[in-house]
């Protein structure tokens, strides 16, 4: 029997809430399944690690982790730390040097979930969103002088470079001549931003000419954000940088019905590191504690991890469960509306599991 085994960091807030039901239904797919196992190891890191030893991960934390198969990630972010310690020190700590420099975002409207769109069905919204994950904006470049004086300055440079943005260009257009309908958009700011962007727009073309079969179009990300409200069937696979896309992608999960269900998986396509699935939203602040975290947006990432190690037909098993469950609304979050808990949200899609004939 294969077994794999998981880099399980929940972080903080209701992240530690969602990776534990993740991991719950993990392996209750497992065992129904057969085949293969999860063995899941955990890792206290995050923001009360932080208070303890003054980082957020340990100085070797990396090479804990290097040999996993998958990482399955909560958030990181605490009331008590600042933002960009907690993203730096753990999230993006893992994501750059590992190189996953491809971050998937699907969107779609799941049965049983309506989207603030009126009129919108979910043949309409069916979207996947690649994030340049390694460069750009959250390049980390830039810096800070006479900081408190009046002189002070600060900048944040954002750096392309051609193969990073060549090989994110190329995994689109992969991604996009896999899915039915082979459309690519790609999202710019080439009028005003007229360096990066500008390489960025050339490079797009130069690589589509080796994906003549995938039909493409370039839009400026402001332009963008207003063609998914007001005309989302026209979309199918998108791709932008760092900035664009974590923007977007928050404006594609509201649409889709909530950030609460909404996956990411970020890939090193060539396997020289594992990959990490996670939901795309944070620690929840307003809602931690509280037991009624919509877990299912970490569900949907395991789909995506059990795609990423081979496993179809568990991934295919595991989707149909959670559509079963969120078509049943008396299984909603009150981010959908509803009264549901995390645990019962859990209960009912391991008992979907133990049920569903995928
Ligand atoms: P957030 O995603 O934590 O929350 C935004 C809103 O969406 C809140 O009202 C929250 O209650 C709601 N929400 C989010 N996930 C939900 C879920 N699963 N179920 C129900 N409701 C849900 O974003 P924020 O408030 O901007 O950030 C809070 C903290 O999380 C910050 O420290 C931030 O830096 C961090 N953060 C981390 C990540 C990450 O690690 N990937 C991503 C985003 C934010
Ligand atoms: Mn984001």
Redo the contacts with the bound molecule.
Sequence with gaps: MKTYTIAAIP?D???TE?VSAGIEVLNALAQREGGFAFKVDHFDWGGEYYKKHGRMMPENGRDLIRKHDAIL?G????PEIP?HI??WGL?LAICQPFDQYANVRPTRILPGITSPLRNVTDKELDWVIVRENSEGEYAGVGGRAHQGSSLEVATDVAMFTRAGVERIMRFAFRLARSRPRKKLTVVTKSNAQRHAMVMWDEIAAQVAAEFKDVTWDKMLVDAMTMRMVIKPETIDTVVATNLHADILSDLAAALAG???IAPTANLNPEREFPSMF??????????MGKG????V?TFWSGVMMLEHLGEKTAGARLMKAIERVTADKRFH???LGGKATTKEVTAAVIEAIKGANA
């Design positions: 972080g807030g209701i992240g969602v990630f958030s990181a972010g605490h933002d907690t993203l999230r909530s950030l609460g996670e939901p795309i939203h944070g620690s929840a602040f307003d809602i009624i975290a919509n877990p947006g979050t009150p981010d």
